[in-house]
């Protein structure tokens, strides 16, 4: 039934749903790396770094797709949240760009305030990065919340 996620084609799926879970469009990279962990075929390390590559792009895309948003779009519920956020804090929110609800529009909210690349682009994939490692490891038993 699966057979679809295992193989070769894995860990491009891992990717692919990473990305897709990253933008505003549904993906399940989070029970993908799941279960992957448990089929014990890729290591720990590829497996994070493949789902974090993915979902980081998803929020560079989103960031991007912010640059472009005229003034107007950002005006719904989570978008002000997301905007009061990152002029409260600054580029430190970004860290969270991996919430759900929330994080979307942090990013699209950080290109629309024209928050700088580098910076966005580090803490998007820091905070990503940390999400899928700290699951791995809870997964792998390594650690215990």
Same mark, same amino acid.
């Given at each position: ?55 980081? %792009? ?10 472009? /948003?005229? $003034?107007?779009? @950002?005006?719904? !519920? #989570?978008?002000?949240r997301a905007i009061a956020w990152l002029q409260r ?6 860290? %969270? ?10 990013? /699209?909210? $950080?290109?629309? @305030?024209?928050? !700088? #690349? ?16 700290? %699951? ?10």
């Open positions: 039934m699966l057979d679809w996620i295992s193989g070769d084609s894995a860990l491009w799926v891992l990717f692919s749903t990473g990305f897709l879970s990253a933008t505003l469009l549904p993906g399940g990279s989070e029970a993908n790396l799941i279960l992957l962990l448990k089929e014990n075929t890729y290591s720990l390390g590829v497996l994070v770094v493949v789902a974090t590559l993915g979902n980081t %792009l998803g929020g560079i895309t989103n960031y991007w797709i912010g640059r472009f /948003l005229p $003034a107007r779009t @950002l005006e719904q !519920k #989570q978008g002000q804090y600054g580029y430190w929110t970004l860290l %969270l760009s991996w919430l759900p609800i929330i994080g979307d529009p942090l990013c /699209l909210a $950080a290109g629309w @305030l024209r928050l !700088k #690349q580098r910076w966005c682009w580090i803490l998007i994939a820091a905070g990503k990065a940390l999400r899928y490692l700290i %699951l791995a490891l809870v997964t792998r038993g390594l650690l215990f919340v």
